[in-house]
């Protein structure tokens, strides 16, 4: 991971939103959760169903320390 700190102006500035993208954001966030057959809404049943596709790890062993 890279600490932003550590980042140029340039490259901060490339990597940020633009206005029309915090726009886009900002609607998507007032719009409502639409389920149909592809994306079924999610019962506790389901949910109970799920698995971890990947054990988790310690967040020590993530960042090397």
Known sequence: ??????????????????????????????MPITFDADCPETTPERAVKFRRVNPPRNRMDAHGA
């Open 1 to 30: 991971m890279v600490k932003t700190s550590e980042m140029s102006i340039e490259l901060k500035q490339e990597l940020a939103f633009t206005k029309e993208e915090l726009a886009e954001l900002e609607a998507a966030k007032k």
